[in-house]
């Protein structure tokens, strides 16, 4: 009789412990940018493309590429 109390304890247990394990990372969430998951440059510089405000949508070398992305990326702006 005291191992069956014992062995339902250690399953009772066990379901709550993987019960709350399961429901923690759903706690931490965070909502991220579109493009921040994205790792190649074409998609970082696309989303940089999308997120530049109206202000800043300045293309001096008519690249197509704005001069803060460039900036942003490593490329000159002027050439």
Do not use: C, H
Request: net charge negative; aromatic share 4%.
């Amino acid at each position: 009789m005291k191992r069956s109390i014992s062995v339902i304890i250690g399953l009772i247990l066990i379901l709550v412990m993987l019960g709350s394990e399961a429901t923690v990372p759903l706690m931490n969430v965070v909502t991220a940018s579109p493009w921040q998951e994205k790792t190649d440059l074409k998609n970082i510089v696309e989303g940089l493309m999308t997120t530049t405000s109206l202000a800043d949508q300045v293309d001096t070398d008519s690249d197509g590429l704005y001069d803060k992305v460039e900036v942003v990326i490593g490329t000159d702006f002027s050439n």
